[in-house]
């Protein structure tokens, strides 16, 4: 894999800032769209993970990183890509900095790539990767971990037929320079996607959604990943519809899934949650939201064993239009406390850290005037309140 480092520091704009320095809303961005997809936890504050339109010199997307303080101020911000869309859509802590996944134009393939990044503690590019196995497909990287001196990619691979396209699971291991150990194929015959990836014990697991399992609807999917890179099981679950699981946590004894069903709703798209045992089989799933289209995007585990989901509700607004909908579950299910937050414009939360006081949500806020999105970042009390 070819490596080139390119990046900028871009000034960024605050736009918004709550005086409360207990719990906050901020925006973050420019005068074009700006989207925050995933946070991950630093020393002193928070790395936030996304793309931007704002601080580029072209009409494209590069992926943008922004470090806040733990009251939500602005330590820096900078983009990272070339001349075509570049998008992060994952990040973790690895070494003394950070490693980010998405998808690149510019490099690999010149098609769409798998987008890998390590930077240093102030962004400075360490090396940047990008990945694909044939010049004619397009990768999309969706997430990361680490795994000591190694990073775990998870993503898929859309394989353009005649007539059609194959879409498979493709996840890969490199070492702390990006180069690769060992990849594979994790799906069946049909068309299924990576969207999240966790590590386990002695492996990894990942999750999204198949149509190889179900009857050419796709299903919730996940499957069980050895150290090595083998796949040791996979299960799906869902109904006669579209069901996708955004993302997954490590529960203690299993797991739960989180995302959308388009099988169990009330002729919309519902949030879909199913926790299962460490082998896979389901223990309860349960839906979530209204009489119309709500989603979850991400999930974190809360201190007293129960669940907080993030996403985006049309169900429990005074408009049309979606909200960021934020939803506390215990360990069986059953909702502690629902909460929206939103303006005159769609508003969504893609990812949510828990903290000794409180959620981190991140995720994106339109402008009731031009409609751009805008990064939104909040940090509320452990009741889900600003």
């Known amino acids: 894999m070819k490596k080139t480092v390119i990046a900028m520091l871009c000034s960024g704009v605050t736009l918004f800032a709550a005086q409360n320095t207990a719990t906050f809303s901020k925006i973050f961005g420019g005068d074009e769209d700006d989207v925050a997809k995933a946070v991950v936890k630093t020393d002193d504050g928070f790395l936030i993970a996304g793309k931007t339109k704002s601080f580029t010199d072209h009409r494209d997307f590069d992926a943008y990183l922004i470090k806040i303080d733990a009251n939500g101020k602005k330590v820096w911000s900078r ?30 393939n010149e098609r769409m790539s798998f987008y890998m990044v390590r930077v240093d503690e102030v962004g400075e ?75 386990t014990d002695g492996g990894y697991l990942i999750a999204g959604d198949t149509e190889s399992l179900g009857d050419n609807d796709p299903d919730m999917y996940m499957a069980r990943i050895s150290s090595s890179g083998k796949r040791e099981w996979f299960t799906g679950f869902g109904g006669d519809d579209d069901d996708i699981a955004h993302a997954v946590v490590e529960t203690g004894d299993g797991y739960l899934l989180v995302g959308s069903t388009d099988s169990f709703g009330r002729n919309y798209k519902s949030v879909y949650v199913v926790r299962t045992d460490k082998g896979g089989k389901k223990i309860w799933s ?31 607004t005074r408009r049309n239009g979606f909200d960021l909908y934020l939803l506390k579950i215990d360990g069986n299910g059953k909702v502690v406390w629902e909460r929206t937050y939103g303006g005159e414009s769609d508003d969504a939360g893609y990812d949510v850290l828990t903290l000794s006081d409180g959620y981190l949500i991140v995720g994106e806020k339109k402008t009731d005037r031009r409609r751009d999105s805008n990064v939104w970042v909040l940090k509320v009390d452990l009741n889900g309140r600003l």
């Open 79 to 108: 983009v990272y890509g070339g001349e075509d869309d570049e998008e992060a859509n994952d990040v973790v802590r690895f070494g003394k900095g950070y490693a980010f996944v998405g998808s690149t134009e510019t490099y690999g």
């Open 286 to 316: 349960n839906i979530y939201g209204g009489t119309r289209e709500d989603e979850a995007f991400g999930v974190t585990r809360s201190s007293d064993g129960g669940f907080v989901i993030v996403g985006r509700t049309e169900s429990f």
């Open 125 to 199: 590019p360490v090396w940047q990767s990008a990945y694909y196995r044939d010049e004619d497909d397009e990768y999309y990287g969706t997430s990361l971990i680490a795994d000591g001196k190694e990073l775990v990619f998870a993503g898929y691979e859309r394989h353009l037929q005649f007539f059609g396209e194959k879409l498979n699971p493709y996840v890969f291991k490199t070492d702390a320079n990006g180069d690769k150990l060992w990849g594979g194929y994790f799906g069946g015959k049909e068309e299924d996607r990576a969207r999240d990836i966790i590590k």
